[in-house]
């Protein structure tokens, strides 16, 4: 699950093409997992659940970011934060509604899921693991 602004290029995107993928890198551990699947829009319930667990100044960030839109210098954003701010200084965060129109959170229901272990020479370790018929199938598969 993750929440975003409905205007946002990921949005649009999304919008477009519901199959998404995700990585997540661990130099550390030498280590990467990768989700493909099929991202939906939660509803209002979902969304509102998440947003009444954010702190004041999130709540403040998303009701002013056009996220990702061009902006001259930071400082136009910043102006428009604080006067967001000054409009909702005496409002206390649990009273702070979902702006549902600007908003929301979303779901990707992964269809596959990959483990990538390195390792030297690039004999690397790795497993897929496919959804069929609300199972999941694990394959190894070739560095």
């Keep these: 699950l993750f929440g975003t602004i409905l205007s946002s ?9 519901r199959h998404v993928s ?11 997992i990768r989700v493909n699947g099929v991202v939906t829009q939660c509803g209002v319930e979902s969304s509102t659940r998440y947003w009444t667990s954010r702190n004041k100044a999130y709540k403040i960030w998303a009701m ?3 996220s990702c839109q061009s902006i001259q210098c930071i400082d136009d954003f ?3 934060q604080s006067l967001t701010a000054k409009l909702y200084g005496n409002v206390r965060n ?3 509604e979902l702006p549902i129109n600007q908003w929301s959170m979303f779901q990707i229901h992964p269809q596959s ?4 272990r390195y390792g030297t020479n690039n004999l690397h370790l790795r497993h897929k693991y496919i959804r069929k018929n609300n199972k999941w199938d694990c394959i190894m598969l070739d560095s």
């Excluded at 290029?9 to 093409?17: D, L, T």
Aim: aromatic fraction near 12%; glycine fraction near 0%; charge should be negative.
């Design 9 to 17: 290029n990921k949005v649009k995107e999304m919008n477009a093409n």
């Design 22 to 32: 995700l990585t997540f890198n661990y130099n550390e551990t030498r280590t990467s």
């Design 64 to 66: 002013t970011t056009t």
């Design 78 to 80: 910043q102006q428009r």
């Design 94 to 96: 649990e009273d702070i």
């Design 113 to 116: 899921i990959e483990f990538w």
